[in-house]
């Protein structure tokens, strides 16, 4: 048995990095961690990376894709359908601001599900890209260039999402046949917002996750070597009873970062002026790109590519942003809050530094009467 994991992990590696002497080590203990929680032959090993790797993808890309693009979905959807159309004409008249005020509102739906449904479904996967903290030290990857790496990853995928939106405009003109490369502004926009930017925003973040599952170091070599096995293992064998018992407080945690990080409000403020960037250059094409004989409901096919075009690569460049961002805002947080932290705790202790520097007089009690009276003779 012990054969066969050290085959897996030279495979998978590379010989060179199979012999550094930690891994060697880590190697040892985890085949015995194995053997304890009954995974003794080869097939079962294969069993339990496989059905452990199932779960994680389908949880990734559904529970996690869904996670990080419903809100998006939803906010592109109520801005489009509804609520642009209410918002006051002084906002509708200056596309800078319409686009701030649209993208802190998207941005605030999207951080919100992104964060409390995320603190429901991460718990669950079992060998996620966080596991390569657990990884021996010569195995673990530079995490800034892990960081640059999902970058590329997400500005990619969303560039990729994006693209089918500049060339919708064109197939529905052609279905809906008129003659004039025009199409029904209104549905356009609805496919445009919901189905493509949106529902393929869900499928892009559900991709996004599923590829970090496996990067510099594959899926199975950091199962096989996380200094937690044991507690993965039987992380895989927990009740889904236990599970959905785990998502309320999971949920509390998550609605509880959004007010104790500084991400989400990082998050939400470069999305709005992104938006605003947006909005300013798409209010240029439609007035240019618009021919005036076309009714107030009908719009230039060509124009409306135009305007999507704009965003393909502007988004991209947002979405690979936040990605790097993100990691050492919350870095920055987290030090400022254990500053803070250490700070108040020290707080108490001022009565004692001056007491020590002022001496006895300091800690004589002050006759309240005494001095009032005093202050009264005068």
């Known amino acids: 048995m012990h054969d066969v994991v050290e ?23 985890n085949t015995e961690v194995l053997f304890t929680k009954g995974i003794d032959t080869p097939k079962k090993l294969h069993d339990f990376l496989s059905q452990a790797w199932r779960h994680d993808a389908v949880l990734s890309f559904i529970g996690m894709g869904f996670a990080d693009g419903a809100g998006y979905m939803a906010g592109m959807t109520a801005a489009n359908e509804k609520l642009v159309a209410m918002l006051p004409l002084t ?45 021996p030290a010569s195995l673990r990857p530079d995490p800034h260039a892990e960081i640059l790496k999902n970058a590329g990853v997400s500005a990619g995928l969303n560039v990729a999402k994006n693209l089918p939106r500049t060339v919708e405009p064109y197939i529905q003109a052609a279905i809906e046949g008129r003659g004039d490369h025009s199409v029904n502004r209104a549905w356009a926009d609805r496919i445009d917002a919901t189905f493509i930017d949106g529902f393929g925003g869900m499928l892009a973040a559900g991709a996004k996750n599923v590829m970090k599952l496996s990067q510099t170091v594959p899926y199975d070599a950091r199962m096989l070597l996380r200094d937690d096995l044991p507690e993965v293992i039987d992380k895989t064998q927990t009740s889904w009873g236990d599970r959905i018992k785990a998502m309320g407080p999971s949920a509390l945690q998550g609605a509880k970062s959004l007010v104790t990080s500084p991400v989400p409000v990082a998050v939400v403020a470069t999305v709005g002026l992104f938006a605003s960037e947006l909005f300013a250059a798409n209010a240029s094409i439609d007035l240019a790109g618009s021919p005036a004989s076309l009714p107030p409901d009908r719009a230039d096919a060509g124009m409306l590519a135009g305007k999507r075009a ?9 979405s690979g942003l936040i990605e790097i961002g993100v990691p050492y805002v919350a870095q920055g947080g987290a030090y400022a809050a254990r500053k803070i932290q250490d700070g108040w705790q020290q707080a108490p202790n001022v009565m004692a530094w001056a007491q020590e520097r002022l001496g006895p007089a300091a800690r004589r009690p002050l006759d309240v009467e005494m001095g009032l009276a005093g202050t009264a003779r005068r």
Do not use: H, W
């Open 91 to 135: 906002l509708l008249r200056n596309p800078s601001l319409l686009g701030l005020a649209v993208g802190v509102g998207v941005g605030a739906v999207d951080v919100f599900t992104s964060v409390v449904g995320g603190a429901i479904i991460k718990p669950g996967i079992y060998n996620d890209y966080g596991g390569n903290a657990r990884l």
């Open 310 to 318: 704009s965003s393909v690569m502007l988004f991209g460049l947002m």
């Open 7 to 29: 085959d897996a992990i030279a495979t998978l590696l590379g010989p060179a990095a199979a012999q550094a002497p930690d891994v060697v080590a880590r190697l040892e203990r």
